[in-house]
């Protein structure tokens, strides 16, 4: 006995008496760990070496269990893995390199593994759908809740795990590659357009300080370029110098959206739905490729108003005992095709504005009494449920009061 403890091969407790409160204490070691000061249990040795046992078969259990959904947080180089079994028991904690996450997802089973629709996750899930697994990509802002504590690799992909395993989880799906190579070309568009948007910007105010003022617009250049030849010899040598290397980088951005913009025309031409969504009033062949390049398959929406609110064009809510309260649009879905209708709706409104819309028509009692904004916004969520109407019944864009006479 050392220190009232027995030293042996076999948890022995010590068992004392306080003199102050005349209660039982113990202080065991049992398989070299020192339990003090804890109340004697009823089966004293026999409960120490029944818990041992116990433990091992619940480790064997875990281990024997089959895994039914792997949680996946994707890096760069290093990926943590979570598997849960049906009953959502823990089965696996495991870190791998890029190298070894797909020989260790091989040989497991078929079950689903669920990841964030992030960055390389598309390319991730195609190349794991190719080894039979069911996956599933969940947006970040899903999975955020299910995060416990402290946030760490293992926590988020359980978080991820636990997420995809509730029966009203919302999913993204998988895209192809050649879904993902139109939103490409679409992407490198629109960084085109607005790296060109700043160097008109910057061109303008430059000139500005020097007495030279034009519009804004990529309308302008020309007059920018006109002016800044005309008073070449009145301005200093550095700002005919600068002038002119905006005005090339401004040519060469042209040129190439001008190239970005036929692939997009061309590939809008050789698509049906492309063809029949450029039927609608406000839509032309970018707004239908982007459909095609950001938005799943229209099936995939029981009706029209759940378009419009993967879009974000739906009010938000604020709605408690039985009152309902709307507000603006929630902005929470796919901002391109968003901005991308809402910049058609406009362009209708102004033509209606311009040449009068059909007496009696909903365009017309809108623009009576509403602001102009708000209908361009309603007008957005219209086109966006006609759009799920003409391609899910595969028919072109037929006028209010052409549909309302058939």
Known sequence: MVDGTWMASTPTPSIHGSPSTGTTWMAVRCNGILLDGVDAPPGGIAMCQTGDRNIAQETKEASMTEVSIIGVDLAKRFFQVHGAGTKGEVVFRKKLTRAQFLPFLRKQPTCTVAMEACATAHEWGRQIQKLGHRVRLIAPIYVKPFVKRQKNDANDAEAIAEAASRPTMR????????????????????????????????????????????????????????????????????????????????????????????????????????????????????????????????????????????????????????????????????????????????????????????????????????????????????????????????????????????
């Open 171 to 406: 999913f993204v799906t998988v895209k192809s590659r050649e879904q993902q190579s139109r939103a490409i070309v679409f992407r490198t568009r629109d960084l085109l357009v607005r790296q060109r948007t700043q160097l008109i910007n910057a061109l303008r105010g430059h000139l500005a300080e020097f007495g030279i003022v034009a519009p804004q617009g990529a309308v302008s250049v020309r007059k920018l370029a006109v002016a800044l030849d005309i008073q070449g010899d009145a301005l200093p040598e550095p700002v005919r110098e600068v002038g002119k290397i905006y005005l090339d980088q401004i040519e060469t951005s042209n040129l190439r959206i001008a190239e970005l913009e036929k692939q997009v025309r061309r590939s809008a031409a050789e698509s049906d739905v492309a063809t029949r969504l450029q039927t609608m009033p406000g839509v032309g062949p970018i707004t239908a490729m982007a459909f095609e390049a950001f938005a799943p398959a229209m099936e995939t929406f029981k009706r029209g108003r759940d378009l419009a609110a993967w879009l974000g064009l739906t009010p938000r809510q604020n709605s408690t005992g039985g009152k309902s309260k709307l507000g603006r649009v929630s902005k929470m879905g796919q901002r391109d095709i968003r901005r991308l209708l809402i910049i058609g709706a406009a362009s209708v409104i102004r033509w209606a504005i311009r040449k009068g819309a059909p007496k009696g028509s909903w365009l017309d009692r809108m623009l009576a009494k509403k602001p102009r904004m708000l209908v361009t916004v309603a007008l957005a969520n219209k086109m966006a449920r006609g759009i799920w109407a003409m391609v899910t019944k595969k028919e072109d864009y037929r006028e209010p009061t052409m549909a309302a006479a058939a």
